[in-house]
Structures are given as structure tokens and as C-alpha cells.
């Protein structure tokens, strides 16, 4: 029963472009939502994350937007660089339950 | 600071066999935890510790021990190896439970069962 979703497995996108990338959530009891980045053969790094009690948070080319009544968050990345490209992650607290990843790829 | 440590970086196991994942933090961080990632089903939380002495269990704890004699290590022991629990194993820490606490994460154990 994941209660977290990353419905789309890889996205591809041109440098300089936005990235968007998106996760869905069942459980109205989470509150606290998070992406992480994670490189090849390393661990997850957090980027961004939201409360429950804000429906937008930015940080710098990085943006988090929270609909809660359509349980759906999504991360802006605006430009995207070549460096972006990693797998993301949204976790949602309290119980620290993660999506499945999206695999983004940013091309030069 | 050398964050969070993991060793091995890979492991080769027979099933049946008995193995310590080890894990290590210098930052003198309460909360401590273990996941395991595979393909599809994102990050799953085993076990954590909020702190030397204490530790509970996280979604998937079957099969797995976790001990946090001190702050710094919290060490994951797989009694008897299953293929099951092939998988890529993460450690993290954070300096409480608190929802702005970020989580630090260790490089990975990838653990092969045979």
C-alpha cells in the first residue's frame, strides 16, 4: 500500500527549461512533506521541503507547491541545469513515507 | 566532519547467513534510522532511534535487529539472510525528531543474497 506516489518513473527536459515533477498522497494525516535528491552510489540529499500549513515554498531555482485537498505536491525546478539530473524523492511525515523516485535528466 | 558512514559498500551473502550492517555518525545526532530502497517501492523505513538505548520499528522491520548502545553507531543486523532482503540499504541521522530536522544520509550498503 504505498501512500506515496511518483507516478512518472524518468522525465526528460532541455536545460534551461522547467522541470516539474510531481507526487500524490493518500493518507490526510501526513503534514510535513519533503524532497530529497539522490545522486548514483550515494545517499539521498535533502532539497526542499513544506508544511502542511503553506501552500508554496521557495528556495532559489527550487520551488514546492502544496494542494491539499488534491493530496498533490510537485517541485518546480526553474532552469533546470545538467546538474539537476539525479533521481527525486517526496517523503511525507510523520511516518517518513517515501515515493517510488523520479529519475530526471536535464539536456544540454 | 565525516557525516554519516556506512560499511561495506557491498556485500555478497548466502541465504542463511548471519551479517552486520555497521553505521556511523560524528555529528552527534539523536535520531537515527535505517531504510532499505528497491526498484519501484522508493525508501522504507526499518528501524529508528530517537536516542542511545531506545529504538522502535519502522514499516518493514521483519528480519531485521537494530541496538543503539551509543549516540554514534546503529548498527543493522540481518540474523539470517534471506534473497528477500536483497536491497540497498541507507542509514541516516538527524539531530532530532522534529519535522525541520533534516536527514542526513550514509552512501549505501548494496547487500546481494544468494
Known amino acids: 500500500d504505498q501512500q506515496v506516489k511518483q507516478n512518472s518513473p524518468s522525465l526528460s527536459v532541455q536545460e534551461g527549461r522547467i522541470s516539474i515533477l510531481n507526487c500524490d498522497y493518500t493518507?490526510?494525516?501526513?503534514?510535513?512533506f519533503l524532497w530529497y535528491k539522490k545522486y548514483p552510489a550515494e545517499g539521498p540529499t535533502f532539497l526542499i521541503s513544506i508544511s502542511s500549513i503553506k501552500d508554496k515554498n521557495e528556495d532559489g531555482r527550487f520551488t514546492v507547491f502544496l494542494n491539499k485537498s488534491a493530496k498533490h505536491l510537485s517541485l518546480h525546478i526553474v532552469p533546470s541545469q545538467p546538474g539537476d539530473s539525479a533521481v527525486y524523492f517526496c517523503?511525507?511525515?510523520?511516518?517518513?513515507?517515501f515515493g517510488a523516485g523520479t529519475r530526471l535528466t536535464v539536456k544540454p | 566532519n565525516a557525516g554519516v558512514t556506512q560499511t561495506p559498500k557491498f556485500q555478497v551473502l548466502k541465504t542463511g547467513q548471519s551479517m552486520t550492517l555497521q553505521c556511523a555518525q560524528d555529528m552527534n545526532h539523536e535520531y537515527m534510522s535505517w531504510y532499505r530502497q528497491d526498484p519501484g517501492m522508493g525508501l522504507r523505513l526499518i528501524h529508528y532511534s530517537v536516542g542511545a538505548g531506545i529504538t522502535d520499528q519502522g514499516e518493514v522491520p521483519n528480519g531485521y535487529n537494530v541496538s543503539r548502545s551509543t549516540t554514534e553507531d546503529f548498527p543493522l543486523r540481518l540474523l539470517s539472510a534471506a534473497p528477500s532482503q536483497t536491497s540497498v540499504y541507507f542509514c541516516a541521522s538527524s539531530p532530532g525528531t522534529g519535522e525541520s530536522e533534516t536527514q542526513y544520509f550514509g552512501p549505501g550498503t548494496r547487500l546481494l543474497v544468494l
Open positions: 493518507n490526510s494525516m501526513f503534514d510535513y
Open positions: 517523503a511525507a511525515l510523520p511516518d517518513m513515507r
